[in-house]
T-cell receptor, first 111, second 113 residues
Framework: GESVGLHLPTLSVQEGDNSIINCAYSNSASDYFIWYKQESGKGPQFIIDIRSNMDKRQGQRVTVLLNKTVKHLSLQIAATQPGDSAVYFCAECAYGQNFVFGPGTRLSVLP | EAEVAQSPRYKITEKSQAVAFWCDPISGHATLYWYRQILGQGPELLVQFQDESVVDDSQLPKDRFSAERLKGVDSTLKIQPAELGDSAMYLC???????????FGSGTRLTVV
């Protein structure tokens, strides 16, 4: 059968534009969420986190939005740069247990 | 900046051979995790340690995989015998407390031929 993993969702954006990467999480009990960035051949790198008592959190050029009603998380990257090209994963955690990672989205920044 | 150290970075092994990976977490991080990441997918937990004790190894294929963290610091993950389907990136991560965000190492890319 087809391997879903070989068809990673891809988002292509022009350099300088804003990017929005979406994630549907699975556990309604999850109360802590992290976005990770993974460049080719490297381990995931922490970008930004948010707890369930918040619906928005901002960092440097990045914003995470949380909609608990529909179990949706998004990562917004402002003024996307070539160095932002990577695979982005959302990870969810419930009650201080282990993080569960989503399938990832590949961001490709076009010159 | 403190890092999680992993070695080797790359490993090619023949099927049925034994292979081992090493991880040194950030100093003071009591919780250590081994994840497996198949190409194009998100990381999946294999085993979690709290100090020297295994907290969760429910997803570890125990017929061929083993992990230890004898002194509660560095850790070794072993596969014996390796199978073709074990080809993946093996990631180590650590955190100060369970439920904190992880810091990942650069991983070991395993290719089984």
């Amino acid at each position: 059968g087809e391997s879903v993993g070989l068809h990673l969702p891809t988002l292509s954006v022009q350099e300088g534009d804003n990017s929005i990467i979406n994630c549907a999480y699975s556990n309604s009990a999850s109360d802590y969420f992290i976005w990770y960035k993974q460049e080719s051949g490297k381990g995931p790198q922490f970008i930004i986190d948010i707890r369930s008592n918040m619906d928005k959190r901002q960092g440097q050029r990045v914003t995470v939005l949380l909609n608990k009603t529909v179990k949706h998380l998004s990562l917004q990257i402002a003024a996307t740069q070539p160095g932002d090209s990577a695979v982005y994963f959302c990870a969810e955690c419930a009650y201080g247990q282990n993080f569960v990672f989503g399938p990832g989205t590949r961001l490709s920044v076009l010159p | 900046e403190a890092e999680v150290a992993q070695s080797p970075r790359y490993k090619i092994t023949e099927k049925s051979q034994a292979v081992a990976f090493w991880c040194d977490p950030i100093s003071g991080h009591a919780t250590l995790y081994w994840y497996r990441q198949i190409l194009g997918q998100g990381p999946e937990l294999l085993v979690q340690f709290q100090d020297e004790s295994v907290v969760d190894d429910s997803q570890l294929p125990k017929d061929r995989f083993s992990a230890e963290r004898l002194k509660g610091v560095d850790s070794t993950l072993k596969i014996q015998p390796a199978e073709l389907g074990d080809s993946a990136m093996y990631l180590c991560a650590s955190s100060f407390l369970q439920g904190d965000g992880y810091t990942f190492g650069s991983g070991t890319r395993l290719t089984v031929v």
